[in-house]
């Protein structure tokens, strides 16, 4: 079996939450044990209802955006998570910094968890931060 991959997704920016959504449910299809801990500008896009779009960091977040057939970082990771059983995440002190109620999260989202128990589950995995 795959070493269990760890990421971390802090940035809200589209290029990076792309690139962690396709490692995922990419990773995830493969049957490697997936974790993603969505925290600080990640965490908001999680929100029920919320279509707020990422901003582009440059020229490929641009072309992304234009180009038909590209699944967004939304939709990549509820698949890995429905298709691959990968966890998701949220940031209990994010939460509480945003006034998020954690029923107000998408469905796929697990129970807020506190980065020590996350770093503590993610030993001798690999660990990726985006």
Known sequence: MAQDL?????????????????VASVAAA?????????????????????????????RFGE?????????PFRQLFKLAAELGDARLL????????????????????GPPTGLTLFLSDAEGGQLLSF
């Not at 949220?90 to 989202?109: F, G, R, T, V, Y």
Request: with cysteine; hydrophobic share 45%; charged share 20%.
């Open 6 to 22: 760890f990421l971390i997704c802090v940035s809200g920016t589209r290029e990076k939450l792309q690139m962690a959504a396709m």
């Open 63 to 71: 072309l992304m955006e234009k180009t038909k057939g590209i699944p």
């Open 90 to 109: 949220p940031c209990s002190m994010a939460l509480d910094l945003l006034q998020i109620e954690d029923s107000a999260l998408e469905p796929e989202l």
């Open 30 to 58: 493969s049957g490697t044990r997936v974790t993603v801990f969505f925290s600080m500008n990640a965490l908001a896009y999680f929100v029920k209802g919320d279509t707020t779009q990422a901003p582009a960091e440059g």
